[in-house]
């Protein structure tokens, strides 16, 4: 059956198989959660079937001036921007202008010399004596940074470059995806290309490829291929349209640092346009997005990719590759496919999902998951940073308790 | 033969009285309705009916159920050999292991709520946890530190609520052989009459047996759980199942104490070759006591273990009562091991089986030295009861008796005798 015309319209949450009494004691749940303080506010969204059966906003949008949560609020999705990303990256694959196979060299080539770093061990003793710098076994591919096995790592992770990356001044400055790509690529890889899954500046570095294949911008891209056809109008990396500076969701004290900073102000213009952190967006706007990706790749009739592209996205792409060396973020009975993580296994995971369940989540506490076995999404906006690994089971857990339909 | 008949007479009586309840929950068929030969079940009575004769067993009840309907509901032997009672279909059994799928569910139950986390620390909920080390054999046999052949490390990772619900905590039992099943039983652990935080206090003391999440170690890791359920709770672990799951299932003869006089007369007992569970004699359930262990503490009937079972079988709602989601039930009925293997002690889920979240969970159609669909899930007790659902088939199978040596037999005899019976399973 195809989808391809289907978008979003309102719905009973019976008449898709969800509990009425149940999804009142998840809205009950998060109101109380607000009333904790563990969370200033969020609006959450629930479809299944291209029917919204669940929309609520709660709590406050800025609770230093007790603004009230609006549907409508603007939220920094940070991570959620890589799948975003990695869609774009997509529509040049089926275009034919770019290779998940092709090393990265092939469109940055300040990335042809890149190293990997080993340790220098004491040849004696054993000591660690700093860093050598190697050839990589293989170069770094376009589909090494949709999967994060590029090499690449994050600054905050404490592998063997976190000196390297703290002190290149990596974020100096209002710099742009070409700049930050050649500071990327005079540090040293933290592992051999492919052997291992770590979560890095992959993705924006892919915002750069984008940009070189297609020759333009990242966002003017996105908004020609994505944001465009889906109507995705509140969705951009700084908010240009002073009429909706009034919407953006703020974070409360003392719960309002990403990276020991507060969280940025996204009504400032600035030129970065940072594919694996940058963005802003609504529920309705994300719920766009993901109702295209569980149609197979077209929302309302505007086609953005083949069922058979979002398929192949949506898929495990880490077979054997293990996780790290930092955190493995997608968790126990979780693989990785272009963009992200994907579910393996019906158990081992520490909260309920299907098999086939793709999700990401961003550093502000928002996350989303889609269900393609069962055709429903749910995606949860907050600015709560401490919160996110928390609302990462939580939500799923009392949301598939909610659908209580029999199991085909 | 007068004995016969009035086991028959009861038993219609019985019948008679409770059929109409029994309309309204777990139906009933005749065999070939539901796919079975008549004559290959008839070979399982004629079976059970050779054991209790030969006195292999005291008595069983044996029940199977497909598609929502009761199949096959047999009672033999006596309730009581001592006292030459014949086995009734409400006899009350002690369940002891098949007490970890009620806790596991109880604990999902909460899951569903928010209010916990299988990824959280056990810690989190039993702060006498916060420090547990792991005690580990020295590298040298030879070693001159304090002549101990152990050594205590801080865990790799901290024991998880995941890691008690499919056995991987590091927690051990008295029974088995290794260095701190030994401690288990030195340190007195179940002396006097304590509850559930008491016997928390107690085990949180000595060292885990292995690192978290390395190994499957059958344990008092369910006991523990049962204390996490009090504090997430506030209510005894009775109390909180008896509202969530007892209660709203008519499961009016489970529990961990039987305080009505009225039923003292049901309960099942074994024969005096085979009344003991590790050296000691099975508990007399009318004697009241303050622990409520979720590992081992129950009594149960065939009839109310099997609403339980059909339950897990409709995805979590029996009789229009809600307990858990489909997709809840799906994350507790699928393997949560992976690579995670077998510790030094038995493997009791077996070959071909990983283990969920309360359950052995069939891996494979083949391995297995038993009968049995993938995704079956199953566990048993250490009297010798034993149960598994084939969601696949749609069909649940509870066994109940009293005789401790003979459950590892059976436990493999009915799978093999049961499939056998299923000559039709499309139907």
């Known amino acids: 059956m195809s989808h391809a015309n289907r978008g979003l319209e309102e719905g009973n949450p019976e008449e898709v198989g969800f509990s009425r009494e149940r999804l009142q004691r998840l809205t009950d749940h998060l109101r109380g959660e607000v009333d904790a303080a563990l969370i200033p506010g969020a609006t959450m969204l629930i479809a299944r079937h291209g029917k919204i059966i669940y929309f609520e906003a709660i709590g406050f949008r800025d609770k230093s001036v007790q603004a009230p949560m609006t549907k409508d609020a603007i939220f920094r999705i940070f991570s959620m921007s890589k799948p975003v990303t990695s869609v774009a990256a997509m529509t040049l694959v089926e275009q034919g202008r770019l290779y998940l196979e092709n090393p990265i060299a092939a469109y940055i080539p300040a990335f042809a010399n890149v190293k990997v770093a080993v340790p220098r061990n004491d040849p004696i003793f054993f000591a660690p004596q700093g860093i050598d710098l190697v050839a990589p076994v293989r170069p770094p591919t376009v589909q090494d940074l949709l999967r994060h096995t590029s090499g690449l790592t994050y600054g905050f992770f404490e592998t063997i470059v976190a000196k390297h990356y703290r002190e290149a001044n990596l974020f100096a400055g209002d710099f742009t995806n070409a700049e930050f790509a050649e500071r990327l690529a005079a540090l040293p890889l933290a592992f051999q290309p492919g052997a291992g899954w770590n979560y890095s500046h992959s993705t924006d570095l892919l915002g750069r490829v984008v940009e070189v294949a297609s020759g333009k911008a990242l966002y003017e891209w996105e908004q020609e291929q994505i944001l465009g056809p889906l109507g995705m109008s509140d969705t951009s990396f700084s908010i240009a349209d002073k009429s909706k500076h009034g919407r953006v969701a703020e974070a409360a004290a003392p719960d309002n640092l990403a990276g020991g900073a507060p969280l940025y102000d996204p009504r400032q213009p600035a030129k970065s346009q940072m594919g694996g952190q940058g963005m802003q967006s609504t529920a309705l706007d994300y719920a766009r997005f993901l109702q295209m990706l569980l149609n197979g790749g077209s929302f309302a009739g505007n086609r953005v990719l083949s069922p058979e592209t979002v398929s192949f996205m949506t898929s495990d792409h880490l077979g054997l590759i293990p996780p790290g060396p930092s955190f493995y973020f997608p968790g126990d009975g979780y693989g990785f496919g272009l963009g992200f993580a994907v579910r393996r296994a019906p158990g081992l995971a520490k909260h309920t999902g299907s098999v086939g369940n793709f999700d990401w989540s961003g550093a502000a506490g928002t996350l989303f998951w889609c269900d393609p076995r069962r055709d429903f999404f749910a995606l949860w906006m907050t600015q709560a940073p401490m919160q996110l690994f928390r609302l990462h089971s939580l939500l799923p857990n009392m949301v598939y308790a909610a659908l209580t339909e029999p199991e085909k | ?427």
């Open chain 2, 1 to 427: 033969m007068r004995h016969l008949l009035g086991a028959t007479t009861c038993a219609m009586l019985v019948l008679w009285l409770v059929a109409p309840v029994l309309a309204q929950e777990l139906g009933n068929a005749k065999p070939e309705e539901v796919g079975f030969s008549q004559e290959r079940l008839d070979r399982i009575t004629d079976t059970l009916k050779a054991d209790v004769k030969h006195q292999v067993i005291p008595g069983a009840t044996l029940l199977i159920a497909r598609h929502d309907k009761i199949a096959y509901f047999e009672k033999l032997g006596s309730l009581d050999p001592d006292k030459n009672l014949p086995m009734r279909d409400d006899a009350i059994f002690r369940i002891f292991s098949m007490s970890k799928p009620i806790t596991s569910v109880a604990a999902m139950i909460l899951f569903e709520q928010g209010k916990l986390f299988l990824g959280n620390p056990i810690a989190k909920y039993l702060p006498q946890f916060t420090d547990v080390k792991v005690l580990m054999p020295n590298k040298d046999p030879n070693d001159r530190g304090d002549g101990s052949p152990y050594h205590l490390v801080a865990p790799n990772r901290a024991p998880t609520v995941q890691d008690l619900l499919r056995h991987t905590a590091g927690l051990t039992y008295g029974f088995w052989s290794d260095p701190v099943a030994k401690m288990y039983v030195a340190a007195g652990l179940f002396g006097g009459n304590y509850n559930n935080a008491e016997f928390v206090d107690r085990i949180a003391k000595l060292p885990l047996a292995f690192q978290p999440g390395t190994v499957w170690n059958y344990s008092n890791g369910v006991d523990v759980l049962g204390r996490v359920i009090e504090v997430v709770s506030g209510k005894s672990l009775y109390q909180f199942e008896k509202e969530n799951i007892l209660d709203p299932l008519g499961m009016n003869d489970t529990s961990f104490y039987l305080t009505d006089p009225a039923k003292k007369g049901r309960i099942a007992e074994g024969l005096s070759s085979d009344n003991k569970v590790f050296g000691f004699p099975l508990f007399d359930p009318t004697i009241q006591g303050k622990w409520e262990a979720g590992g081992q503490g129950m009594v149960s009937t065939t009839l109310d273990y099997a609403r339980f079972l059909q339950m897990l079988l409709n995805g979590g709602v029996f009789n229009g009562h809600r307990i858990l989601s489909p997709a809840t039930v799906a994350l507790m009925t699928h393997d949560h091991l992976g690579r995670i293997g077998p510790s030094t002690n038995l493997y009791i889920p077996g070959p071909g089986t990983g283990f969920g979240l309360g359950f052995a969970v069939r891996r494979s159609e083949g391995q297995a030295t038993i009968a049995g669909s993938v995704g079956n899930y199953f566990w048993g007790g250490a009297a010798g009861t034993a149960f598994w659902n084939d969601p696949k088939l749609q069909m649940l199978v509870v066994f109940m008796i009293q005789a401790p040596k003979q459950g590892f037999h059976y436990q493999t005899l009915l799978p093999n005798m049961v499939y056998a019976a299923l000559t039709d399973p499309s139907k």
